[in-house]
């Protein structure tokens, strides 16, 4: 499978060969415990700090101290969240949105179960916020907000600076799950309103299984994972080495790069869009088409299902997705899309393009040269898809169920 597309980058993308490089001594001989006394280990735990400047720098983070590593951004978020509720236990009020990703949806779900009051707060139909039901849901119960700093389906950026000023105007803690934004867009939690926020290597080229939780200095926090003295007490258990190393070396790329990678990535997105809205009739882009990570494009094919692009896309080697890669799989329609009033002829035939500084204008071009043929080729299977037919439409005539049940 070498030669397919890959526009499927907010679900994972490929490890910077870089990475890969400063990961392998630590896969071999440098096999040392970063807590031993000798100077075996000894040396591996400075190759941690290092790795914990580099996140520290990615982030604008005053202090590499503030930073722990975790096993993922799914961790990041339960720790964050968990821990500032065990911190404050007579506080029972959360307030997240209605368009997270499954790890704090899930999450604050299971909560709402477990007795606590959560505030969803909605989104408007560019996938916008609206800050005044967000200030008038603060009260003096609540622990903590929880918000995206970018969203994972439609990339649409949320006001985060302006969301903390608000919730830090009432003393409330204000976490951020900024998993789709780190190393796309510039981060500067030193001089900001953030006191937490998480991200995950596997999103910017750094190996899957290690993430960061950014915890602010004069924050109190009680660790998920308790047992040894690791990470300064605030995440038990043998350090991913490797996985941290790896993580460290694709946080320098991705700052080193960021400026020229997010214009040129930008350039590709754009591209492919103008082509998919001027080359297939019945399509439209889903979410704020300016306040939006550069590198996605959420885009619906009126009357089909998203499911059948992607299997269609797949037999040329295209790679993209119907949403969050967690509920690939699921023919369900996407919460963030349902949340946006994405009308019912339109939220199926959603498909999501996510790109990175590893593609370039050729593979656009491909996938701008198929797309039309797979619309066509769905709407001549569909009398619903016929576009003339309208009047008379209802969605799902289409259903690539076996397909698309067996993949994950
Ligand atoms: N938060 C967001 C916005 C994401 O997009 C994802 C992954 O898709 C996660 C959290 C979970 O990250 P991980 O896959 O590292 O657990």
Known sequence: MNSVIYFDNNATT??????????????????????????????????????????????GASDPVEIVFTSCGTEGDNAAIRGLLESQPDKRHIVTTQVEHPAVLGLCQHLEKKGYRVTWLGVDEEGTLDLDELRDSLTDDTALVSIMHANNE????????????????RGIPFHVDAVQVAGKISLNVKNGPIDLLTISAHKFHGPKGIGALYIRKGITFRP?????????????????????????????????????????????????????????????????????I?????????????????????????????????????????????????????????????LSRYNNRDEVRLVSGKMPLIVQRLRDLSTLGRLGDRQEAQPGPYRPAERVGARR
Not at 160 to 166: A, F, P, R
Not at 269 to 290: A, T
Request: charged share 20%; aromatic share 4%.
């Open 14 to 59: 490929c490890l910077a060969p870089e990475a890969l490089e400063a990961m392998r001594p630590y896969l071999a001989d440098l096999y040392g415990n970063p807590s031993s006394i000798h100077s075996f280990g000894s040396q591996v735990a400075k190759k941690i700090q290092e790795a914990r400047e580099q996140v520290a720098a990615l982030l």
């Open 154 to 169: 439609t990339g649409v950026i949320f006001p985060v600076e302006q969301i903390g000023e608000i919730v830090k105007s």
């Open 224 to 292: 998920l994972l308790v047992g040894g003295h690791q990470e300064r007490n605030r995440r038990g258990g043998t350090e991913n080495v490797a996985g941290i190393v790896g993580m460290g070396k694709a946080a320098e790329l991705a700052l080193k790069h960021m400026g020229e990678d997010a214009e040129r990535v930008r350039g590709l997105r754009d591209l492919l869009e103008r082509s998919l809205l001027d080359s297939c009739p019945g399509s439209r882009v889903n979410g704020h088409r300016k306040k939006r």
């Open 294 to 354: 550069a590198n996605t494009l959420n885009v619906s094919f009126e009357f089909l299902e998203g499911e059948a692009i992607l299997v269609l896309l797949d037999q040329y080697g295209i790679c993209a997705s119907t949403g969050s890669a967690c509920t690939a799989g699921s023919v369900e329609p996407s919460h963030v899309l349902r949340a946006m009033k994405v009308p019912a002829n339109w939220i199926q035939g959603a498909v999501r393009f996510s």
